[in-house]
Structures are given as structure tokens and as C-alpha cells.
């Protein structure tokens, strides 16, 4: 069995039995939230205002060696490609354009566009960009999900300042990338949900934490493992280093409602395949191509050609809707 599938689904189990259910609807200024037990909603809150149900919990931390093994679940199909190909728009190609994506066939960012006007959910992010920041020269968001992820990476050079410290200072103790600058977060369509790396080197080994403010455990978490393991591979290979330890924290780990049945289904399949035959797919091996020695030299094509997954097993896809 995967490591990942062990931890995953004992985090998942934990949510459905111990979590708090919190009932998310949105009022005219805001995304507000109400704790109850019989879920009623607002009197003055309409049918189509109403969001769905979220169960969670605080301060989930999980751990992987990336060199025992690569972290992917087996228990249900991940979508590894989208997944790298979304870590190196930021990371890499270092955009904020949801048409680099939708060009290599990736859709996950196409609810949090930017629409053609300058508009995301009634509020003109050109014109407050413009408003906040009087002194910066203007900027055109439409297509884009603002000045979020890739954009911060490209304005602060965070994933070239990483590389360069590890040459030159590998001892730095503060080798931080971080998403979270409080003077963007105004015109971005989502704040930075993982936000910030820390990275340390130790006896050859280039070691990654990861935070997340808020993760939707069944669809964001896997995709978020896959993302940062390659990652910390990929700085390993381009620095000479060797990929170690990465983990991953969370501050409100949580299962949407209407998720609930998909997870359900995924811990059926551990426990039935356990109690069939006592195993279940081992962890695929990850290839990197050996010759890229640059980061910005990967492959970042549809066809991904530098960054493969070797013999992935899975038991198949389960469908769970995305929940903003």
C-alpha cells in the first residue's frame, strides 16, 4: 500500500467522525459561516445563496520520504499531469494566465478566471488594483486569476531566489517561498490556498515543509502532495542534491458534503481489497529526465515530457465536485 493512502485515508476517516460541521452560506458582503446542528438556514438567506455543508479540523500534519517512496494515492486515480502541470504554471512559468492551462488541457482554474471586463463576482480587480496601487503602472486581470500564485512567484522571484541561496548558501536557515503578501491579496480571485515552503538542507538531502491555510482533502490534497514531492525532486536534481522529507501542513483540513459518498466509496476500496488479498498497488515510481539541469528547462509541455510516473496503479477514478 501507499504510504500516502494510509495517512490520507486515516486523515480522511478522522474528518467524517471527529469534524466539526459548519454551514457555509454568502450575504451580500461577505462569505459568512453558521455552526449548528440542524443545519436551518438564515431567515434572510436565500435557497441560491446557500453553500454546502463542510466538516474539518484543525492542524493536520503529514509526512513522506521522498526517497523511500513517491506519494500518490492508489486507493482512486490522480490526475498526475494536470497536477505538475498546474506546480510548474506557478512555480516555473511563474502565470497567472488560466489560458496556459486550458492550452495543455488543465480546467481546475477556469471557475476563478477573471472575466473579459476586468471582473470576478462583482468586483472590477483592474480598477481597484489601479485604486490601491496608484504608483504601480496598470494592469489588464481579464483571463487571469490576479495577483495570485504565479503572479506573486514572478514579482518576487521566489522560485530563482530559492535556487541561487541553495548554491551559494545551503546552510541559510531561511529558505522560505510564501505565497501570503498581505498588499496583493485585495486583487487576487483566490488568496493563496498553500501558501508558503520552508526548505532545509541535511547531509545531502533538500528537505521541503509545506503550509496550507485551507485544503479540500479530497480533491486538493492529493494534487498538493503529488505538486510539492515533484517539486522538491526537481530543485533536488537542478541543485545536486538528493530529495529527503516532505511535510505537509494543514490549518483547516476539510470534506465538503457533497464529497462525502466519494470518500466513502475510496476507504471501502482500501478495506475490501485489504480483506481480499491483504495488499493493495504499491507507490509508482517517479522519472525525472537525468539531463535537465536547469529548473526553467523541464518540459512544461501538454505532453510533460520530462516528468513521468512509472508503472501507477490505481483503483480507478471517483468523481467529487469541486466546491469554491
Not at 52 to 74: G, K, M, N, R, S
Request: with cysteine; charged share 25%; aromatic share 10%.
Amino acid at each position: 500500500m501507499s504510504k500516502f493512502d494510509e495517512q490520507y485515508l486515516d486523515l480522511c476517516d478522522k474528518i467524517l467522525h471527529e469534524g466539526d460541521r459548519v454551514l457555509n452560506y454568502k450575504d451580500k458582503s461577505d462569505t459568512a459561516r453558521k455552526r449548528s446542528t440542524n443545519f436551518a438556514m438564515p431567515n434572510h438567506v436565500s435557497q441560491a445563496e446557500q453553500e454546502t455543508l463542510t466538516i474539518h479540523i484543525p492542524h493536520a500534519v503529514l509526512e513522506f520520504d521522498l526517497a523511500e517512496e513517491f506519494p500518490i494515492l492508489t486507493t482512486k486515480f490522480v490526475a498526475f499531469k494536470s497536477a505538475i502541470l498546474e506546480m510548474l504554471w506557478i512555480w516555473q512559468a511563474q502565470s497567472n494566465r488560466v489560458d496556459w492551462l486550458r492550452e495543455r488541457g488543465v480546467k481546475i482554474w477556469n471557475e476563478w478566471c477573471i472575466a473579459e471586463d476586468g471582473t470576478y463576482h462583482g468586483r472590477d480587480i483592474n480598477k481597484l488594483f489601479s485604486e490601491l496601487h496608484p504608483n504601480e503602472p496598470k494592469e489588464d486581470f481579464a483571463g487571469t486569476i490576479g495577483t495570485a500564485y504565479g503572479w506573486v512567484v514572478n514579482r518576487y522571484h521566489l522560485t530563482q531566489s530559492l535556487i541561487e541561496t541553495i548554491e551559494n548558501d545551503p546552510y541559510n536557515r531561511r529558505m522560505i517561498m510564501s505565497l501570503w503578501q498581505n498588499e496583493w491579496l485585495p486583487t487576487a480571485a483566490l488568496p493563496s490556498c498553500v501558501w508558503s515552503n520552508e526548505w532545509v538542507i541535511v547531509n545531502g538531502k533538500l528537505n521541503i515543509m509545506v503550509h496550507s491555510r485551507s485544503n479540500d482533502v479530497p480533491l486538493g490534497l492529493p494534487f498538493n502532495i503529488a505538486q510539492y514531492a515533484v517539486l522538491c525532486h526537481l530543485i533536488a536534481q537542478v541543485t545536486g542534491l538528493k530529495p529527503g522529507k516532505l511535510t505537509y501542513s494543514i490549518s483547516d483540513a476539510h470534506i465538503y458534503e457533497n464529497q462525502i459518498d466519494g470518500i466513502k466509496e475510496q476507504i471501502r476500496r482500501r478495506d475490501e481489497k485489504l480483506k481480499a488479498d491483504g495488499t493493495l498497488y504499491p507507490a509508482p515510481k517517479l522519472w525525472i529526465n537525468p539531463d535537465i539541469k536547469d529548473f526553467f528547462a523541464f518540459d512544461n509541455s501538454k505532453e510533460l515530457k520530462d516528468i513521468k510516473l512509472i508503472n501507477y496503479q490505481h483503483q480507478g477514478k471517483i468523481s467529487m465536485s469541486v466546491t469554491e
